[in-house]
């Protein structure tokens, strides 16, 4: 995890990149896996799923940090960040993505569209990679722009082939590009980040959990003993690959991060067909191909970048 002080950037120099592809690539295996988790919750409503995520977040990373002896620096950091409206204005939008985001999850798998959900996160990388560009002056060799081009006619004919407007695919992919690349602008301890992300979420949540129960709507403590730890899990299967995700954010450029994320939907993906005996026929196979050559030329290139870097 890292350690910098949380109103102090890592240096752009000195990045972890070795600890930083570990903690993407263990945090993308979470999330590929994460559709088998939601579905244990079809039975709640998707809003009462993310209310109380944010409210079991916000127990598990606070209990967490106390533990650790961090209570100075979760408050140092509120203070600097009431000191730079801008930083906490790009907090707030961060939690509002983030929530948003894992809303679209949770209405995937209980839709039964869980395959669209793996293809919608094959879109995630691409816009990493284009906001990298965009806002972080990140530059791509020409093997790179040769992978993104095959990436990108790969996930637009497996769009094409829905026949309708993949709300999900791309709502997905949107929410979660600007989520890493607004975690990127913060620069906040990992933990810490997640805390305070919650914490600006903790009223609604608490409230629309509430007022669930009181309607007698409510599915947490209701009977359903299996149901209620799943809700109470939900803070911790979701922190835990979030924390590795900010810090993988922090020690990789997005171009890196952005195509790490294909071993999330390719899980995804699997999961869909094999696990929910959701439709998929040869036409996806092309696009696939498409992708995954994308991917094999990516990390080629990314590999021959690296072997430079050492040898200079």
């Avoid at 945090?27 to 590929?32: E, I, Q, T």
């Avoid at 009431?82 to 839709?111: M, Q």
């Avoid at 990436?151 to 709502?171: C, D, E, R, T, Y």
């Avoid at 996806?284 to 590999?303: D, N, Q």
Wanted: aromatic residues 12%; hydrophobic residues 55%; charged residues 15%.
């Amino acid at each position: 995890m890292p350690t910098t002080l949380p109103d102090r950037p890592l240096s752009p120099n000195l990045p972890n990149r070795r600890a930083g592809l570990a903690a993407a690539l263990v945090s993308y295996l979470f999330w590929g896996f994460m559709a088998l988790y939601w579905n244990l919750l079809a039975r709640a409503d998707s809003w009462e799923v993310i209310a109380h995520r944010v409210v079991w977040t916000f127990v598990f990373v606070l209990a967490l940090l106390l533990v650790r002896g961090r209570r100075r620096e979760i408050l140092r950091t509120v203070e600097t960040l009431k000191r730079d409206l801008k930083r906490a204005g790009i907090l707030l939008a961060a939690a509002v993505f983030a929530s948003l985001n894992w809303w679209i999850n949770v209405i995937g798998v209980v839709t039964e569209q869980v395959v669209q959900l793996g293809i919608g996160t094959f879109l995630t990388p691409l816009i990493s990679v284009l906001l990298g560009v965009l806002f972080f002056s990140e530059r791509l060799g020409r093997m790179k722009w040769s992978a993104i081009g095959l990436a990108a006619a790969g996930v637009a004919l497996m769009i094409a082939s829905f026949g309708q407007f993949p709300w999900i695919a791309l709502g997905v992919s949107a929410t979660w590009g600007l989520y890493g690349a607004l975690k990127k602008k913060l620069m906040l301890d990992a933990q810490i980040g997640i805390l305070l992300e919650v914490t600006v979420m903790l009223p609604f949540a608490i409230w629309y959990a509430w007022h669930l129960q009181s309607a007698g709507l409510g599915h947490f403590l209701t009977g359903d003993t299996v149901l209620s730890f799943a809700l109470v899990g939900t803070g911790i299967v979701t922190s835990i690959p979030l924390v590795l995700f900010t810090f993988a954010a922090m020690n990789l450029p997005m171009n890196v991060l952005g195509f790490c994320q294909y071993l999330a939907p390719i899980l995804t993906l699997l999961l869909g067909i094999f696990w929910f005996n959701e439709p998929f026929g040869r036409e996806e196979l092309l696009p696939l191909l498409f992708i995954w050559s994308g991917i094999l030329l990516f990390c080629t290139a990314e590999v021959r970048e690296m072997r430079a870097a050492k040898k200079a």
